[in-house]
T-cell receptor, first 116, second 113 residues
Framework: ETGVTQSPTHLIKTRGQQVTLRCSSQSGHNTVSWYQQALGQGPQFIFQYYREEENGRGNFPPRFSGLQFPNYSSELNVNALELDDSALYLC???????????????FGPGTRLTVL | QQQVKQSPQSLIVQKGGISIINCAYENTAFDYFPWYQQFPGKGPALLIAIRPDVSEKKEGRFTISFNKSAKQFSLHIMDSQPGDSATYFCAALDSNTGNQFYFGTGTSLTVIP
């Protein structure tokens, strides 16, 4: 087990609602990245947080926002949910400020979001 | 626009056989290429990774072959086992300028006994 936990495991929302997903990073990891994984697809980078600041963003609209807290837990918030937001949302923590380059990303098990 | 293209989409291999999954990329700035293994209900887990300064990296039964000129890399799983049945993703990163991993679309591997 990587030590990265996510909650809730599953979530059902209706179109237009707002949702908050939570991630608890592995101890000592100060960087967290969030990904959206649609069914049958690879993870798509949403954004990354480092020391509580956004540190890079993928091609996602502003209604996807995040927070990182001093204890390295983090949240992904999605406003005005759309049907296409249905996906597995993964967070991944990294020991330092730069993912990759030898610094492994440790993924959580994900939150399965269904938008009806 | 898919930055990393992966094939095949699915693969069925006999136990003891060799599983081969291929990926191709366009961005020559990519300098870190990991492979991830994902089981149902789990997040991806790093399997093996390579940098473009080497052409091959082997860890146990898993080998990455890297062809810089062709901008292609592949994962070879030797002596495939039923426990290897999972979805495999290749990914790429430009570690000098960004922190965004680009993932392939995944390969569902089934190893039959």
């Amino acid at each position: 087990e990587t030590g990265v936990t996510q909650s809730p495991t599953h979530l059902i929302k209706t179109r237009g609602q707002q949702v908050t997903l939570r991630c608890s990073s592995q101890s000592g990891h100060n960087t967290v990245s969030w990904y959206q994984q649609a069914l049958g697809q690879g993870p798509q980078f949403i954004f990354q947080y480092y020391r509580e600041e956004e540190n890079g963003r993928g091609n996602f609209p502003p209604r996807f926002s995040g927070l990182q807290f001093p204890n390295y837990s983090s949240e992904l918030n999605v406003n005005a949910l759309e049907l296409d937001d249905s996906a597995l949302y993964l967070c991944a923590s990294t020991p330092s400020g730069i993912s990759g380059g030898g610094n492994e990303q440790f993924f959580g098990p994900g939150t399965r979001l269904t938008v009806l | 626009q898919q930055q990393v293209k992966q094939s095949p989409q699915s693969l069925i291999v006999q136990k003891g056989g060799i599983s081969i999954i291929n990926c191709a990329y366009e961005n020559t700035a990519f300098d870190y290429f990991p492979w991830y293994q994902q089981f149902p209900g789990k997040g991806p887990a790093l399997l093996i990774a390579i940098r473009p300064d080497v052409s091959e990296k082997k860890e146990g039964r898993f080998t990455i072959s890297f062809n810089k000129s062709a901008k292609q890399f592949s994962l070879h799983i030797m002596d495939s086992q039923p426990g290897d049945s999972a979805t495999y993703f290749c990914a790429a990163l430009d570690s000098n300028t960004g922190n965004q991993f680009y993932f392939g679309t995944g390969t569902s591997l089934t190893v039959i006994p």
